[in-house]
């Protein structure tokens, strides 16, 4: 198992981590716990260190379980991450409670990683505002927690502003080959490794986009025995300060595939770093229009959320992925849907990428439903 040296905290972690988030579970929604323990006992036997989890995941059920796991082995060989729901947090007694609580449910005496979980620009002036920085920096001094970071959604500017608040043990970003623009981005990258900061990545296969592509794109990678997953990996792996990249693997196929991809890890070289450009602009080009989600078109009168709906019709056209298409069209209000425009025509004289909105509205409605039957 490929592993890096994080110098700035005296760890050696595996390169692959395994993500809690997306256990395989039953007919009822619980989370199959023999399977789980049997993916969990691959990775581990094969030499990943790092598990990372969180409150919410799961319904709650996603860190005793871990717990449960990691009971079963010895308390150094393993780092363990999760994280603070900073959302539910209105007060230091709310942050003590529910930390108390994350070690009673992995009956453990102290956390390796601990992040303040998703922060955006509100969330982290909350918990600035609160002293919940400082309470976790107590946390650090009373030996409950090793390392402090944070996980983020916002735009580049906000994970700037947080970066330069304190000096962060470590921070976890969102970072894939196609998201190199977006959130934290190519730019949050090159500013934590001008910071000394160490990066986890979550999300390297954009929640299994990258995992599964059109055949087209699939032609595009040079090695056809390689999954497409394992280049999204290897992309984001290949990068320096990139300590862990985790992984949430659902199943024993996801797992060895993985497991393949970092025992035997290459970094990219050069014409691989050309290739996937190739690759992210042959995704590109199957977007359906210009949409940039400036909202300048908002509000609809309709109620038609115009760029939510052009959001799913892209991403589907980009990816292929009827799965998804069903879960986020499913996701979206019924009186949002793009079908209930009235064709005003109000939304196109305010569009600065002069999209034809009414007509593109009606043929998303059209293909999707067609899609989905």
Not at 125 to 134: A, K, T
Not at 241 to 250: E, I, T, Y
Not at 273 to 300: F, K, Q, S, W
Request: proline letters at 4%; one cysteine or more; charged letters at 30%.
């Amino acid at each position: 198992m490929e592993t890096r040296r994080i110098d700035k905290l005296g760890v050696e972690t595996s390169l692959l981590g395994f993500g809690c988030m997306r256990f395989p579970t039953t007919k009822n929604g619980n989370i199959d716990e023999n399977e789980a323990f049997r993916l969990l006992e691959t990775a581990y036997a094969s030499g990943v260190n790092y598990f990372d989890t969180a409150f919410p995941y799961h319904n709650g059920e996603s860190e005793p379980l871990l717990g449960r796991f990691l009971d079963t082995k010895e308390r150094s060989s393993y780092y363990l991450a999760t994280k603070l729901p900073v959302w539910d947090v209105n007060s230091l007694d709310d942050a003590g409670r529910i930390f108390e609580s994350q070690l009673q449910r992995l009956n453990k005496d102290y956390i390796d990683f601990y992040l303040l979980h998703a922060l955006d620009r509100g969330r982290f002036e909350r918990m600035r505002d609160l002293g919940v920085i400082e309470y976790c920096e107590k946390l650090k001094e009373q030996g409950k927690i090793r390392f402090l970071g944070f996980s983020f959604h916002d735009s580049y500017e906000v994970f700037e502003e947080i970066v330069k608040y304190r000096d962060w043990d470590f921070c976890q970003i969102q970072y894939n080959y196609m998201d190199i623009n977006e959130q934290a981005g190519d730019r949050g990258y090159e500013l934590t490794e001008k910071s000394g900061i160490p990066l986890v990545i979550m999300e390297p296969v954009k929640g299994g986009a990258l995992a599964s592509l059109p055949d087209d794109i699939m032609e595009l990678f040079p090695d056809k025995n390689k999954s497409a997953a394992s280049y999204a990996l290897r992309f984001v792996a290949s990068k320096p300060n990139v300590k862990v990249v985790l992984s949430g693997m659902s199943d024993m196929t996801q797992v060895l595939d993985n497991l393949n991809t970092f025992n035997d890890f290459k970094p990219f070289d050069s014409n691989e770093n050309r290739m996937i450009a190739e690759v992210r602009d042959a995704l590109n080009r199957r977007v359906r229009n210009g949409c940039t989600a400036c909202r300048y078109c908002m509000p609809c009168p309709a109620g038609v959320d115009i760029p939510g709906n052009f959001k799913i019709w892209n991403k589907y056209n980009i990816y292929m992925n009827k799965d998804a298409l069903k879960w986020e069209w499913g996701g979206l209000e019924a009186s949002s849907k793009a079908d209930v425009c009235v064709k005003c025509g109000l939304c196109e004289t305010k569009c600065p990428q002069k999209i034809s909105i009414r007509e593109d509205l009606q043929t998303l409605s059209r293909e999707i439903k067609e899609v989905l039957g």
